[in-house]
T-cell receptor, first 112, second 109 residues
Framework: NAGVTQTPKFQVLKTGQSMTLQCAQD?????MSWYRQDPGMGLRLIHY???????DQGEVPNGYNVSRSTTEDFPLRLLSAAPSQTSVYFC???????????FGQGTRLTVV | ELKVEQNPLFLSMQEGKNYTIYCNYS?????LYWYRQDPGKSLESLFV?????AVKQEGRLMASLDTKARLSTLHITAAVHDLSATYFC?????????FGKGTRLHILP
């Protein structure tokens, strides 16, 4: 099993550009989430989903959109990139919200 | 609003010593997690604690949960260099899982 796969691994964007970070899991997990990791800040929850068609906001949702059309995929969209969105982004999935989460390898995003 | 605090945020210790990392959280919760992260890598699940008094051990690491005190501890016994990493606790409240800022552990040979 591949587990949780994130693409791309690295990305540089110009301010104002849009892009989608991809996340796919092959474990048939219902629960998926996106976090951003910044130095000294730990991981902050952006958006999460408890199943296909259901998404909700986390701690820092502004500037990001998500959708969950299938169980496997949970893309994160940056609508108009800003330098403050420079970060490492992690996608995670778990069988339910109570189980251990499996994390992708991360996407390192730089906005210039 | 759920807040998760870890302390210390940075710990440098000698091999062979014991130490404890603390994780406090601000509201009632039904589950707590510990993760490990090596530099430049992803997060790896260590423990899932689901009830008051839960204790789990893996090698030199032992985690416990006191839901009444809203406190979890991660105890390191006879530390070895391979345990150098950043350790995160995370707390579940409803459908959200909120992380602490992490404890960067550096074990000196």
């Amino acid at each position: 099993n591949a587990g949780v796969t994130q693409t791309p691994k690295f990305q540089v964007l110009k301010t104002g550009q849009s892009m989608t970070l991809q996340c796919a899991q092959d474990m048939n997990h219902e629960y998926m989430s996106w976090y951003r990791q910044d130095p000294g800040m730990g991981l902050r929850l952006i958006h999460y989903s408890v199943g296909a068609g259901i998404t909700d906001q986390g701690e820092v949702p502004n500037g990001y959109n998500v959708s969950r059309s299938t169980t496997e995929d949970f893309p994160l969209r940056l609508l108009s990139a800003a330098p403050s969105q420079t970060s490492v982004y992690f996608c995670a999935s778990s069988y339910s919200g109570t189980g251990e989460a499996f994390f992708g390898q991360g996407t390192r995003l730089t906005v210039v | 609003e759920l807040k998760v605090e870890q302390n210390p945020l940075f710990l440098s210790m000698q091999e062979g010593k014991n130490y404890t990392i603390y994780c406090n959280y601000s509201t009632t919760s039904d589950r707590l997690y510990w993760y490990r992260q090596d530099p430049g890598k992803s997060l790896e699940s260590l423990f899932v604690l689901l009830s008051n008094g839960a204790v789990k051990q893996e090698g030199r690491l032992m985690a416990s949960l006191d839901t009444k005190a809203r406190l979890s501890t991660l105890h390191i016994t006879a530390a070895v260099h391979d345990l150098s990493a950043t350790y995160f606790c995370a707390v579940g409240k409803g459908d959200k899982i909120i992380f602490g800022k992490g404890t960067r552990l550096h074990i000196l040979p």
